[in-house]
């Protein structure tokens, strides 16, 4: 199990005078060579993770420089992907899409001096290129809802939390160009490129903090069960590359993520309500209800999910890699504040609900959230349920009270 503060305090020490040294120009080379015999490339990784998230020891660029600087003295590498060669394996694609990212961000800072002298054509590619970095954004929900949540099963929370604070504020600075560069005729350019500035500064820093931290910690500790689970669930979510084919090892079998969760196993009649069902009829009838269902547990563990429609085709979109995870661990970093304080307002019975509604594309999208007790009243956890009520708008005045056209 990966413990991000597992490394050895010796191991990490060196690690850290070493990148010390190396800042201050100091040829690290025998050392590092010394270094590289008895401590594996794991290990070494796992040290440059602690000094990163938990101590703040040194910047991302460092890092970099550093790995650079190790792999081309002991021609061992950090960060290759030896997991696979399959291009369609999912971390493949996650490593391609960050040098496709990295290589965006640079084209788009090149396009925008040459925008800047009113070139037409620079200007145009510059407005397109800087639309195609919304790519960025299931690239994230990506590494947030499916591989973070087989992190935190190793017990690892700093690294995700942190990380997915970093992809918001990523997020909002993608937001603030992609206005600008819209109504690029009408602003300052001074604020255009104020707006690149910080989208390229934090979005480098992020691709630097997954090639060189995540990736390396993903390659080890993610089995071959998961990596299939992965692939299946990935597709809800999108890329920012032109994926093809799901990867497929068939030497491995598709299993539920935890059989303690799957509601289509067994098939005794339970009492539910005023009747009886099994556990199939139950799980067809959650599954026909024309609303998303989400059920977290009294422990804040997300426990259920009704399969209305296609991952893809989701409101919220809900994939089964992220079932037995924290609640808390769910949602992003500058909404946690208010999830938690709605759970509290709940549980405590301040509030018997809470409701929110806000337009989504085509979508009127209403978001309740209820705690359930039991006949003890006894708290037993949260449920959500989201539905789309634009259909409800558009019904016509005229009463409808039959099953007639």
């Known amino acids: 199990m990966f413990n991000i503060s597992s490394v050895s305090n010796e191991v990490k020490d060196e690690v850290k005078a070493l990148i010390d040294q190396h800042i201050h120009q100091e040829d690290i080379d025998d050392m590092l060579i010394d270094l590289s015999q ?5 290990k070494i990784t796992e040290a440059l993770r602690q000094l990163y998230f938990i101590e703040k020891f040194t910047s991302m660029y460092e890092i970099e420089r550093f790995v650079l600087t190790y792999e081309k003295v002991t021609h061992q590498s950090l960060t290759e992907i030896t997991l696979s060669h399959d291009s369609t394996h999912p971390l493949n694609i996650f490593k391609q899409e960050i040098h496709t990212l990295q290589s ?9 001096y040459k925008a800047e002298s009113n070139d037409t054509e620079a200007v145009k590619s510059f407005k397109e290129k800087v639309q195609v970095l919304s790519g960025v954004i299931p690239h994230f929900n990506r590494k947030e809802k499916i591989i973070f949540p087989v992190i935190e099963r190793r017990g690892e929370y700093i690294l995700p939390r942190k990380m997915w604070a970093d992809d918001d504020v990523i997020r909002f600075a993608l937001n603030k160009l992609q206005k600008r560069a819209a109504k690029l005729e009408e602003v300052e350019w001074r604020h255009i490129e104020s707006a690149y500035i910080e989208l390229e500064s934090s979005l480098m820093d992020m691709l630097r903090q997954e090639e060189l931290l995540l990736i390396p910690l993903m390659q080890v500790d993610i089995s071959a069960v998961e990596w299939q689970q992965i692939a299946q669930e990935s597709s809800a979510f999108g890329y920012e590359i032109e994926v093809t084919e799901t990867w497929q090892d068939s030497d491995i079998e598709l299993i539920p993520i935890d059989a303690q969760y799957d509601a289509k196993q067994g098939q005794q009649n339970l009492r539910f309500g005023g009747g009886f069902l099994t556990t199939k009829e139950a799980d067809l009838i959650l599954n026909n209800l024309p609303v998303e269902i989400t059920f977290v547990d009294k422990n804040g563990t997300f426990k259920y999910f009704n399969d209305l429609v296609e991952a893809s085709e989701m409101m919220f979109i809900r994939t089964p890699i ?3 995870r924290n609640v808390a661990n769910c949602h992003p970093p500058k909404s946690l504040s208010k999830v938690m304080q709605i759970i509290r307002d709940l549980k405590t019975k301040q509030k018997v609900s809470e409701s929110m509604w806000f337009k989504k594309g085509d979508k009127f999208i209403h978001v309740t ?3 359930l007790f039991d006949e003890n009243d006894e708290y ?3 449920l959500e349920y989201v539905q789309d009520i634009q259909p409800f708008f558009e019904l016509p005045q005229k009463f409808k009270r039959n099953a007639e056209k």
């Open 380 to 382: 037993m956890g949260i």
């Open 38 to 42: 008895p401590v594996s490339s794991s």
């Open 322 to 324: 992220s079932i037995g």
């Open 369 to 371: 959230y209820k705690a």
């Open 104 to 112: 965006l961000i640079q084209e788009i800072g090149k396009l925008m």
